[in-house]
């Protein structure tokens, strides 16, 4: 078989494939890829980034691996524009844990590690893997320890249709705003939380962006599932987060605070022991110096969504709590329509000169509800039907909130200041 070269004359098929199968080897050596090769089982998987309670000298990574025997060692070095990253340390050893994601015979390995002992305001290059398996090379920022400007993205439940349509929110909100410091996520990252098929949708669709930027989370009621006669969260979440244990003990990693440069962020777990976490929120606040206080969990206090949703109980624990401590902000989601309210001060619209809560409902996700009229005096703006992401620009004496649809247009915004 020949092929005719435009003014060239006839070149063989062979030579010609040749030439390709040269380039692409080439291509592969360049990109420490080998031609042919499927991934290895000990190949890291996954990989995320989140933050800790000491977020400007520490930073937590996990990963999995489809193979169960393997070990759990990461390697970082201050970044630097050398072609060959040499870690000067030794590797890093972390923790592990065998689980079966699908309830059935496969089991996979999920891999954690805490790098410690950084310097505030620094960028760090990272890799996780085996020793002999490795990522690739990802890099991170570390807090500053000072009260510095800084932005942050607010998603709500992303939930549904996760790598046909969340995937976009994601990009869209790096692509405004990719020097984030962080990403937070209020609950119901997707629907099941035991189908591990679900959660690897969720892994595409924010892609490699976790590798460089850290997120925290708090679980939704689809976290949660019905268990023999009680309700406990997911077996997967902690396997697969690393996030603060500063909060209840009875609710690890599901309850917790960060102090990030001038702001307290503290994620409540929506769902069990609320009298419990009131009284450990009061108590937290009362230590804070903090500049802004801003507050995350699921379900919200107003509901924007649906009719028969009313979370009188949790706005009788907390409302009294934020109006004593001036709690600047309240980032939500659960109700799949979107909601920023007055300032509001224990169930009433603050008067002038008067400082109250903003309550704000978010979705990320393509699902959406009908809007709940119960509360619409309490509410600036309300509206359905979109996706959304939020970002919030955190100052010493200003906190300016702004609100995206996935075409990078302005939906809602506001400012607070001190």
Known sequence: MMIRSKGKGKISLVKLTVKCLIVVSLLATFTGLSFGAERPAQFPERIILNLTADPAHSM??????????????????????????VPAEPNIVGVSEVINPKNDSVAIRCHSVVFKNLQPNTFYN??????????????????????????FLFFGDPQNQLVEYVSRVFRQAYRAVPTAAFGIITGDLVTDPRNDDEWRDFYYAAGWIPREMPFVMVPGNHEYYDGADYRTVTPLWRPQFTLPENGLRQLAETSYFVDYQGLRLVCLNGNIYMEEQAVWLDSLLSTTSADWIVLAFHQPLYNTGTTDRDNEKARKLYEPIFAKYQVDLVLQGHDHVYGRSYPI????????????????????????????????????????????YQVIKVCPKELDYRCYTTAGELYDSFTLEK
């Open 60 to 85: 937590a990574v996990t990963w999995r691996t489809n193979d169960i025997n393997t070990k759990t060692v990461a390697r970082i070095l201050p970044a630097n524009a050398a072609v060959k990253l």
């Open 126 to 151: 990272y890799q996780v893997g085996d020793g002999n398996v490795w990522s690739e090379w990802s890099q991170f920022k570390t807090a500053s320890d000072k009260s510095e400007p800084f932005s």
């Open 345 to 388: 001060v224990n169930g009433k619209i603050a008067e002038k000169g008067v400082k109250g809560t903003v309550y704000v409902v978010s979705v990320s996700g393509p699902k959406s509800y009908a809007m709940n009229s119960k509360f619409t005096d309490k509410f600036v703006k309300m509206g359905t039907g979109q996706q959304l």
